[in-house]
């Protein structure tokens, strides 16, 4: 059972508009989550991440929400450039259990000039 | 430093040949994870460990086994190898849990 969900596997957008990538989970015990960003032929990257203590955390262009209640995430790049094209993942670590980390399938993220 | 690095970055095996991914890294990290990554699955963990002479299994354990007899290195090894495990394998480290640092990947093809 996927306990990390990310139900759009692709994303377009313009350059300069913002992109917003969706994240949900099942596990209401996760407390921590991160996202990744990942480039063809490399290994993910940590991009930024939030802590269920806050509903927001900001790094520049990039920003992330919490939403406990619904159990949902997202991320919000603005302005969206060509370089952000990747594959982004979410994950949650599972800090009960030896910090087992739960990752998504991904969503490719297609920014066009 | 190089961070964390996995030898060899493509491998081509034939059914049930063996082989074993080498994951090393210079953080002096106490966790490390093998993860496998497939077309629409995302990243699944096959083994991890939380320090050195300990592994623990993970999402997707079978047919994999794994040592950690040194703090820096992660060995991840298939005994017989089996077409569903063509896939792509990264390595990772983390100091206490919070957050991965991956290494660049192993392309594996089983024929």
């Known amino acids: 059972d996927q306990q990390v969900k990310q139900n759009s596997p692709s994303l377009s957008v313009q350059e300069g508009r913002i992109s917003i990538l969706n994240c949900d989970y099942t596990?209401?015990?996760?407390?921590?989550f991160l996202w990744y960003k990942k480039y063809p032929a490399e290994g993910p990257t940590f991009l930024i991440s939030?802590?269920?203590?806050?509903d927001k955390n900001e790094d520049g262009r990039f920003t992330v929400f919490l939403n406990k209640s619904a159990k949902h995430l997202s991320l919000h790049i603005v302005p969206s450039q060509p370089g952000d094209s990747a594959v982004y993942f979410c994950?949650?670590?599972?800090?009960?259990?030896?910090?087992?980390?739960?990752f998504g399938t991904g969503t490719s993220l297609t920014v066009i000039p | 430093n190089a961070g964390v690095t996995q030898t060899p970055k493509f491998r081509v095996l034939k059914t049930g040949q063996s082989m074993t991914l080498l994951c090393a890294q210079d953080?002096?990290?106490?966790?490390m994870y093998w993860y496998r990554q497939d077309p629409g699955m995302g990243l699944r963990l096959i083994h991890y460990?939380?320090?050195?002479?300990?592994?623990a299994k993970g999402e997707v354990p079978d047919g994999y086994n794994v040592s950690r007899l040194k703090k820096q290195n992660f060995l991840l090894g298939l005994e017989s190898a089996a077409p569903s495990q063509t896939s792509v394998y990264f390595c990772?480290?983390?100091?206490?849990?919070?957050?991965?640092?991956f290494g660049p990947g192993t392309r594996l093809t089983v024929l």
């Open positions: 990772a480290s983390s100091y206490e849990g919070t957050r991965d640092f």
């Open positions: 596990n209401s015990m996760f407390d921590y």
């Open positions: 939030i802590s269920s203590i806050k």
């Open positions: 994950a949650a670590p599972d800090l009960n259990t030896g910090n087992q980390f739960y």
């Open positions: 953080m002096n990290h106490e966790y």
């Open positions: 460990s939380v320090g050195e002479g300990t592994t």
